[in-house]
């Protein structure tokens, strides 16, 4: 079975598997625009991302998530909000 190579990939560039990542249209779009003035492709700058945030060269805000117990609404809680 013949094997699909992109003509978009420069000459001599190792092959990969092609991912997917989703983002805004606005994000994208002002991200393609930089990175075609700095003359390389958005798939290069993504690649570089993913390969300085996996040595550790790149860390992101920690975020915490909190769970709370929801109230139960009880006829005393009931009747507190009526008066």
């Given at each position: 079975?013949?094997?699909?190579?992109?003509?978009?990939?420069?000459?001599?560039?190792?092959?990969?598997?092609?991912?997917?990542?989703?983002?805004?249209?606005?994000?994208?779009?002002?991200?393609?625009?930089?990175?075609?003035?700095?003359?390389?492709?958005?798939?290069?700058?993504?690649?570089?991302?993913?390969?300085?945030?996996?040595?550790?060269?790149?860390?992101?805000?920690?975020?915490?998530?909190?769970?709370?117990?929801?109230?139960?609404?009880?006829a005393d809680n009931v009747k507190e909000e009526v008066a």
């Amino acid at each position: 079975m013949a094997r699909y190579t992109s003509t978009r990939r420069p000459n001599g560039s190792p092959e990969h598997p092609v991912r997917s990542v989703r983002v805004s249209n606005e994000v994208w779009e002002k991200a393609k625009r930089r990175a075609t003035y700095e003359g390389v492709t958005i798939s290069h700058v993504l690649a570089l991302i993913a390969e300085g945030y996996a040595a550790g060269l790149l860390d992101l805000p920690r975020v915490q998530v909190t769970y709370t117990q929801p109230m139960t609404q009880t006829a005393d809680n009931v009747k507190e909000e009526v008066a």
